[in-house]
């Protein structure tokens, strides 16, 4: 039923906003935190077809927009790998794009996410 739904939805909220936190933790120079404009970035929107940042994703959870775990990793990926393509290979963005997708695979993955959700004894 829907309240059902509504209260499934509100636990993957939890789950997904705490993954968030954890992963902007792993960006101190806030370089994903918010959209790239085409100010700081040349060209970005001509380039870049589906932009994606932390902050977009954080709107998305609050209007409930991601139904599974697998819909905010194909986000975060894709913040990544816009960074990855625009950037070229010897800037500090495509470095930190590289860097934060090893990381955030590592941590959405299914046996570190079970770690995660399991109190530590
Ligand atoms: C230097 O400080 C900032 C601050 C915010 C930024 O993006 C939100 C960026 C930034 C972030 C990016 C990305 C993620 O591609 N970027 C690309 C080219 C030039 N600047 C950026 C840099």
Redesign the pocket.
Known sequence: CVLKMKQQKSSLNKLLEHLLRGLEKRDP????????TDD??PGYSKIISRPM?FSTMRQKIDDNEYSTLQEFTEDFRLMCD??IR??HVDTV?HKA?KRLLQVGMKHLSPDNLMRSLKPTS
């Open positions: 120079h806030q370089f994903f935190a918010w959209p790239v700081i970035a940042d816009n960074a625009y950037n963005y794009a």
